[in-house]
């Protein structure tokens, strides 16, 4: 849940996350649908449809794989969670490079190399970390560690470099440019989408959705259909606007209430319906609209 999102926003679903599923059997024999249910909100759907995945693959097993490649093989986990998983849970001697280290490195070692491209350099160059006794003698407690140095001792801005225990040996620090690292190449301007989210509601509050494919946006989630649903009077209230990571996206929001939805189609509650965040947005448009 912490891949791509901040603390403060994690902690609820965390723990409502783990009343509903404390054990991988439970997560694993829970429907997909559900465990999407409970994400709506977070965002990057695909990592709860992996987490699903890798439940299941470690229930078969009977337990996680204990080696790099074998935690490697699992779905959804990448080189970064394969080694967080293999140092902190099995006390591997590898080092999770996640952004508090990937900037602690940068400035020891006075890497200027932008990132993202230079993200490979970077982690390269924190391997040397694993050369100091302490790592050697419990990765899992030095990299939880480094995560802290870089969370609250080498932040991203005013660093608390008299604080820092590698004050003397960073070089970044001694060439007076600890705080200009890592080096962000500029960010391309976001492009903009426009689209029409439709609305159709019955007199008992049930809202028309519809299941997105699996994979890409939104995969596998309820949402609003984008082209309208049938030959009613289509009342326009309003403009949602969102943002995703690689690009903006504004929605029309047009409304119907109809007696009764057409038959062979999923509705739900239109006011408790767990949605994306960008679907919810616009449901509580048409929501709102209603009183006018």
């Known amino acids: 849940m912490l891949q791509q999102t901040v603390v403060a926003t994690v902690i609820p679903y965390y723990a409502k996350f783990l009343a509903a599923y404390p054990t991988i059997a439970a997560l694993a024999a829970a429907p997909v649908d559900e465990i999407l249910g409970m994400w709506a909100g977070l965002g990057y759907y695909a990592r709860a449809r992996n987490l699903h995945a890798c439940a299941k693959q470690v229930a078969a097993l009977g ?4 080696t790099i490649e074998g935690l490697r093989s699992l779905p959804g986990i990448g080189p970064y969670t394969a080694n967080a998983i293999g140092a902190i849970a099995f006390n591997l001697p590898v080092l999770p490079v996640d952004g508090n280290i990937e900037r602690v490195a940068a400035r020891i070692f006075a890497l200027t190399d932008p990132i993202p491209a230079g993200k490979a350099v970077i982690a390269k160059a924190a391997e040397q970390f694993m050369a100091d006794k302490a790592a050697q003698r419990a990765p899992g407690d030095f990299a939880q560690a480094l995560f802290d140095i870089g969370a609250t001792i080498c932040t991203p801005r005013s660093p608390a470099c008299g604080l820092c225990p590698w004050q003397v040996a960073c070089r970044g620090q001694a060439l007076g440019i600890a705080e200009t690292l890592p080096v962000r190449a500029p960010k391309a301007e976001r492009p903009h989408r426009v689209g029409v989210a439709y609305v159709l509601m019955d007199k008992a509050g049930e809202v028309l959705l519809l299941r997105r494919p699996p994979k890409g946006l939104l995969g596998g989630m309820l949402v609003l259909p984008e082209t309208a649903p049938m030959p009613v009077k289509w009342r326009n209230v ?13 929605l029309a929001v047009k409304r119907a209430v109809v007696a009764k939805l057409p038959s062979g189609v999923f509705s739900a509650p239109a006011r408790t319906v767990p949605l994306p965040s960008v679907m919810r947005k616009a449901l509580d448009a048409a929501l709102n609209s209603l009183d006018d």
């Open 63 to 66: 337990g996680f794989p204990e």
């Open 238 to 250: 309003g403009e949602i606007q969102h943002v995703f990571t690689h690009f903006t996206l504004s």
